[in-house]
């Protein structure tokens, strides 16, 4: 098993560690594992001095144990993830084992005055970017508003209490997918991924000021988020076949009618429809400017029949018409 030992005190210091740890020749923002440890990457930003984004995007070949050491710093560390952790809370740190259940996709909100020791298993594939927040970055919030910290305070207890339970809405896991799967052949640079790092902080903000106290947000049933997200991934790989209907969809997250309606509409705020239509749209934008492909071939592999109406929706949707010269 190979250990790492650090901490979150600074951003330049852990990717220094690193870096000299797995990827002492590189010349890129990401640090490559070597080969015996595993394949993928780390990667570091500083989103400013008191906000920090990490990438993790790899899988383990050897057995890895992280060592997280507590600091005396009242900074708060978001950890956004599409892979599974069984947790053991104690006193003084959290000990979390690798877990190959599914999950589709969580969030939790980690005070850095307590440690943690990370288990990853041989084999493991690891998602995740973690946002860090200086306490010096958090501290103006709070002098602002007693509230602010009320909530905060209540955030993190909770998110310790119930720590698989805060499932990712449809805008967290675009930005988290942007973020990790990024295509590296089209991103342009570093911005690229500060600006979706800010976006995905301000999801957190949002659900901190709309908290409160007496409601208990933690009621979700996760099987039923997971059968959601099937539902989801399920409609995306069959773009190319007429909508089910959502009597169907219902029947196969094995919910009511009304409650599959309410409750994918919550997590994807959007409908059913709207969701297929809009992914069926984003998929003959990437076939038509990405790849190149004629448009009768678009409209013939995702189940357009009407090119008037195709030409609309792509309209409404882009602000723009696709190119009407059919090969």
């Keep these: 098993m190979v250990t790492y030992t650090f901490d979150f005190s600074d951003i330049d210091t852990l990717r220094s560690y690193y870096k000299s740890q797995l990827d002492p020749d590189g010349n890129t923002d990401r640090i490559f594992f070597p080969d015996a440890i595993g394949k993928g990457y780390l990667s570091y930003y500083k989103i400013s001095p008191e906000v920090f984004l990490l990438v993790n995007n790899y899988k383990a070949n050897t057995d890895i144990k992280y060592v997280r050491l507590p600091i005396d710093e009242n900074d708060l560390i978001l950890h956004f993830r599409k892979y599974a952790l069984d947790h053991k809370l104690t006193n003084k740190e959290v000990v979390s084992d ?3 259940s599914y999950t589709p996709g969580n969030m939790r909100c980690i005070d850095a005055k307590r440690g943690e020791i990370v288990y990853i298993p041989k084999g493991a594939e ?19 508003s007693g509230k602010w910290a009320d909530k905060l305070d209540m955030y993190i207890k909770e998110s310790h209490r119930h720590i698989d339970k805060f499932y990712f809405s449809y805008k967290q896991s675009v930005l988290f997918d942007q973020i990790v799967d990024a295509d590296f052949d089209r991103v ?21 000021l709309k908290w409160e106290s007496e409601q208990d947000p933690f009621t979700i049933n996760s099987t039923q ?33 009304t409650y599959f309606f309410n409750m994918f509409k919550e997590i994807h705020n959007q409908t059913p429809l709207e969701f297929f239509n809009n992914r069926r749209l984003e998929r003959s934008y990437n ?31 882009f602000d723009l018409y696709p190119d009407i010269n059919f090969k």
């Excluded at 690891?126 to 602002?144: D, E, N």
């Excluded at 988020?225 to 029947?251: C, K, R, T, W, Y």
């Excluded at 038509?288 to 009407?306: D, H, R, T, W």
């Design 225 to 257: 988020v997971g059968n959601i997200f099937s539902v989801s991934h399920f409609l995306e790989n069959n773009l190319h076949e007429p909508f089910p209907g959502v009597d169907q969809l219902a029947h196969m997250a094995n919910m009511s009618r």
């Design 126 to 144: 690891v998602k995740s970017t973690m946002i860090v927040l200086k306490s010096s970055c958090t501290a103006p919030y709070f002098m602002r």
């Design 188 to 208: 342009e640079n570093y911005l690229y991924f500060v600006a979706r790092g800010i976006r995905l902080l301000e999801t957190f903000w949002k659900d901190v």
């Design 98 to 100: 690798y877990s190959d």
């Design 287 to 317: 076939m038509i400017f990405a790849q190149g492909k004629p448009i009768k071939e678009v409209m013939e592999n995702l189940n357009y029949s009407n090119s008037s109406k195709f030409r609309k929706a792509f309209y409404n949707k």
